[in-house]
């Protein structure tokens, strides 16, 4: 089965910080990647569709990039409403442990 | 955009089940599939299983097989995940979600509210 693990588990930052989180599959899922954000007690969103397809409506400060195994979300200057925890997922293979570990973004 | 509504939270004894429910609204139901996801408190999130209503397909994680049982009434847009043998750590959160094509191998654009199922004796 296909792994997925993100880096890092958590980070600090400021508002107008640019962010990346990489997410790595052990093996190769092509351009099958989508990024997803979620706040306390709320439903996922994507962000992020085919490793680098914005959805609509989402804010183009988020950007997306990678193929293959190597994967990463860009925030070019991070605001409020940014602070959350952000999953990669990946839809390439079956069976589906899809979904990464997570990376919690705080405020510093 | 398609909107998902799941039944309410639910409390059960260990070894019973549960069924939860989420009902569509917008888009044609049998066009696309409905995936299930759960969330242990303070975990991540964990793909269980689909369904694609209109060929009624469903999968589900090795994890889960013989446990979990997901069906879809196409006359009333819903979809159901009925969970068995319930256990202490199946507590968590159970989401809903949508993939816009009809496979179960996709990126989720809607999401249900989530229902929130305690097993507890």
């Known amino acids: 089965a296909i792994q997925l693990t993100q880096s890092p588990s958590s980070l600090s930052a400021s508002v107008g910080d640019r962010v990346t989180i990489t997410c790595r599959a052990s093996?190769?899922?092509?351009?099958?990647l989508a990024w997803y954000q979620q706040k306390p007690g709320k439903a996922p969103k994507v962000l992020i569709y085919d490793a680098s397809s914005l959805e609509s409506g989402v804010p183009s400060r988020f950007s997306g990039s990678g193929s293959g195994t190597d994967f990463t979300l860009t925030i070019s200057s991070l605001q409020p409403e940014d602070f959350a925890t952000y999953y990669c997922q990946q839809f390439n293979s079956y069976p589906h442990e899809t979904f990464g570990p997570g990376t919690k973004v705080d405020i510093k | 955009q398609v909107q998902l509504v799941q039944s309410g939270a639910e409390v059960k004894k260990p070894g019973s089940s549960v069924k939860v429910s989420c009902k569509a609204s917008g888009g044609t139901f049998s066009s696309y599939a409905i995936i299930w996801v759960r969330q242990a408190p303070g975990q991540g999130l964990e793909w269980m299983g689909g369904?694609?209503?209109?060929?009624?397909?469903?999968n589900s994680a090795q994890k889960f097989q013989g446990r979990v049982t997901i069906t879809a009434d196409k006359s009333t847009s819903t979809a159901y995940m009925e969970l068995s043998s319930l256990r202490s750590e199946d507590t968590a959160v159970y989401y809903c979600?949508?993939?816009?094509?009809?496979?179960?191998?996709?990126?989720?654009?809607?999401w249900g509210q989530g229902t929130l199922v305690t097993v507890s004796s």
């Open positions: 369904i694609i209503p209109i060929f009624g397909t469903t």
């Open positions: 979600a949508r993939s816009q094509v009809p496979t179960l191998y996709n990126w989720l654009d809607s």
């Open positions: 093996q190769g899922i092509s351009s099958a």
